[in-house]
């Protein structure tokens, strides 16, 4: 049996990165147009594969692994992810590593989303193969269902593979759409078990999803090195406050702020007031880029993305934010109806202006769906 799988990216559009990174609170996030995928199939020895995306130059690479009990996390290895997943998921329930064993698996992935774009690239790389294995090994859906899938990638990239993160992309990304979400209790990153579920509020069946451009300033961060920091000084100061309730902390005090934005953003996209949900989307980066100065980023939430985001303001775009961590990344733009293509356009040129070699800027809109399974006898 072949198994096939297709997952979209995410953008983070109001709220983040409170979500359970620093905060424990809420967003709006949704799931897009951009994609990634694996293939499981039948294999004599486990092995990994990184397959180009059809049209791309890139070269394919792979590794076997003999055994089970031979499966590492090397930080030289650029196919460490996939040794991390499975043992992530041995860790996660003991009984597929008898299955691994006995049937051995070939995996490969691919994708579309620039790396370290901020779009949630190594959750799209996690919930690919944690699919595609769920469907190949027919593992409990009481046990393996799509809260405990979405949970289980952010304790494989935090425990597996020591990056800090929230569990917003994981969570858009499993069950698709546009919602709002919830993550109170959820900032000390339990076991799972030990704090509740986000609760996913899907708004797409009730609000006209809006256009969104996605402008990439073309540099490449690991997000957990940015949300490391500020995750630490998130927690010296909930910390102190725990034990000194009097203690003032601007931090916790501007993260509240962001979070309220998704819970205002919420009614917003229900009323159809897109100027207002852009004002949310401003302030959620003026925040954002304040807390960043304040954690010692010189440049706040990164010089290239608030020159972007300016141009796509002097454009008339209604609002502007990072999608995900800053210092690189991704920048999210709401442009007015109809104003897109000319919002685009104002962002290329201002991104060759400014010597951006690999920045790009284009449209997504927001997919209904999470990821897509085919299997193959």
């Not at 994609?35 to 995306?53: C, K, L, S, Y």
């Not at 070699?357 to 449209?363: D, I, Y």
Request: aromatic fraction near 8%; hydrophobic fraction near 40%.
């Amino acid at each position: 049996m072949k198994v096939s799988v297709r997952v979209p990216a995410r953008v983070n559009i109001l709220g983040n990165p409170t979500d359970g990174t620093e905060g424990d609170f809420y967003t709006i996030s949704g799931a897009i147009n951009i994609f990634g995928g694996a293939v499981v199939e039948p294999a004599d020895q486990i092995t990994f594969r990184t397959t180009p995306h059809p049209g791309s130059k890139t070269a394919s690479t792979w590794t076997t692994v003999p055994t089970v009990a031979e499966l590492r996390v090397r930080p030289d290895d650029p196919l460490r992810a996939y040794a991390a997943t499975l043992l992530g998921l041995i860790k996660f329930h003991k009984p597929v590593r008898a299955l691994l064993e006995a049937n051995p698996v070939s995996l490969s992935f691919w994708t579309e989303v620039p790396e370290c774009s901020g779009l949630g690239g190594s959750s799209v790389f996690l919930l690919s193969l944690l699919n595609g294995l769920r469907t190949y090994y027919a593992l409990d859906p009481t046990v393996f269902h799509d809260y405990a899938l979405a949970e289980l990638a952010q304790r494989l990239e935090e425990h597996e593979m020591g990056i800090t993160c929230g569990y917003a992309d994981r969570y858009a990304i499993q069950l698709g759409g546009l919602a709002y979400i919830d993550y109170r209790d959820k900032l000390l990153h339990e076991a799972y078990g030990r704090e509740p579920l986000a609760t996913y509020e899907r708004l797409d069946p009730f609000v006209a999803t809006p256009q969104f451009i996605v402008a990439f300033s073309g540099i490449s961060r690991d997000s957990g090195d940015v949300h490391a920091i500020m995750r630490a000084r998130y927690l010296d100061d909930w910390e102190r406050r725990r034990r000194e309730p009097a203690f003032n902390s601007t931090i916790l005090k501007r993260f509240r702020k962001i979070g309220e934005t998704a819970r205002a953003g919420k009614l917003c996209l229900l009323n159809a007031n897109l100027e207002k949900f852009g004002r949310l989307m401003n302030e959620n980066h003026t925040l954002i880029d304040s807390i960043m100065r304040d954690c010692g980023f010189p440049d706040g939430a990164g010089e290239a993305n608030n020159q972007l985001i300016n141009a796509a303001h002097t454009a008339g775009a209604l609002g502007a934010k990072l999608s995900g961590a800053g210092a690189g990344g991704s920048v999210l733009v709401l442009p007015p109806p109809g104003r897109a293509r000319r919002i685009v356009a104002a962002l290329q040129t201002e991104a060759k202006r400014r010597g951006m070699g690999r920045a790009k800027s284009f449209t997504v809109r927001i997919v209904r769906h999470g990821p897509r399974v085919e299997i193959e006898e």
